[in-house]
């Protein structure tokens, strides 16, 4: 397991992480295809906390697009970077995610974050944020809309509707189980949403939520565990 520093200069008031979002949102590309599903690696990101102990821990899992088995993991355990603001989340998990994305062995092609990406009210969430910062084309996934409205997809797996703020389409809901609430989906960089919601119907042939959350989700509470037992 990695063991991460804050970083030098590291964002310490919501002031600051909101400029840090305005300068990095302008370099997020969302006119890339980004890889196509099944094919390659996809790694999903997660991280747990212990806040009274002042703990974070990330956790990446590469699988094999093709058939879903674990490639490669790896984990980073730091301090708590930043406050618990709604919307500025990224900040409290950025460098731990990005030491355990670095510890990993091989590429890890598309990355799955367990949030959002410009279906976020700063249009910068977590999926973006990190795709500026590796050049990783990136994917959010999230379990709730956050702040945004949607109409309920048909019941089959495979049905979506658009995610929005306003008129603006800033993500999809998508139907992954039949009759199951949907997961949200969004862009984070160098992916259509096309693409995006076809990744996340291949991540999911069991469960509602992406193999890829589930076995990063796994490694970081059991990775917690030990960095604080």
């Given at each position: 397991m990695?063991?991460?520093d804050?970083?030098?200069?590291?964002?310490?008031?919501?002031?600051?992480?909101?400029?840090?979002q305005?300068?990095?949102?302008?370099?997020?590309?969302t006119?890339?295809?980004?890889p196509?599903?099944?094919?390659?690696?996809?790694?999903?990101?997660?991280?747990?906390?212990?806040?009274?102990?002042?703990?974070?821990?990330?956790a990446?899992?590469v699988?094999?697009?093709?058939?879903?088995?674990?490639?490669?993991?790896?984990?980073?355990?730091?301090?708590?970077?930043?406050?618990?603001?709604?919307?500025?989340?990224?900040?409290?998990?950025?460098?731990?995610?990005?030491?355990?994305?670095?510890?990993?062995?091989c590429?890890?092609?598309?990355?799955?974050?367990?949030?959002?990406?410009?279906?976020?009210?700063?249009?910068?969430?977590?999926?973006s944020?990190?795709g500026?910062?590796?050049?990783?084309?990136?994917?959010?996934?999230?379990?709730?809309?956050?702040?945004?409205?949607?109409?309920?997809?048909g019941?089959?797996?495979?049905?979506?509707?658009?995610?929005?703020?306003d008129?603006?389409?800033?993500?999809?809901?998508?139907?992954?189980r039949?009759g199951v609430?949907?997961?949200?989906?969004?862009?984070?960089?160098?992916?259509?949403?096309?693409?995006?919601?076809?990744?996340?119907?291949?991540?999911?042939?069991?469960?509602?939520?992406?193999?890829?959350?589930?076995?990063?989700d796994?490694?970081c509470?059991?990775?917690?565990?030990?960095?604080?037992?």
């Amino acid at each position: 397991m990695t063991t991460v520093d804050i970083p030098a200069g590291w964002p310490a008031t919501e002031e600051q992480a909101r400029a840090v979002q305005d300068e990095l949102r302008e370099r997020v590309v969302t006119d890339e295809p980004g890889p196509p599903p099944r094919t390659g690696h996809v790694t999903g990101v997660d991280v747990a906390y212990d806040d009274e102990r002042d703990v974070v821990v990330a956790a990446a899992v590469v699988l094999d697009a093709a058939d879903l088995t674990v490639v490669a993991e790896a984990t980073a355990v730091g301090r708590v970077s930043f406050p618990y603001v709604p919307g500025l989340l990224a900040f409290r998990e950025i460098p731990t995610v990005l030491a355990a994305l670095e510890a990993l062995p091989c590429p890890p092609g598309l990355v799955v974050c367990d949030g959002y990406g410009l279906a976020h009210p700063r249009r910068f969430g977590l999926a973006s944020h990190l795709g500026v910062l590796t050049g990783l084309p990136t994917i959010g996934v999230a379990k709730n809309p956050f702040t945004f409205t949607y109409d309920g997809p048909g019941t089959p797996r495979g049905s979506s509707s658009p995610l929005r703020a306003d008129a603006d389409e800033v993500g999809r809901a998508l139907r992954t189980r039949d009759g199951v609430k949907p997961v949200f989906v969004s862009v984070g960089h160098r992916v259509t949403l096309d693409n995006a919601c076809a990744h996340t119907l291949a991540l999911t042939p069991e469960y509602r939520l992406p193999e890829t959350t589930r076995r990063a989700d796994a490694l970081c509470r059991r990775a917690l565990r030990e960095a604080t037992a």
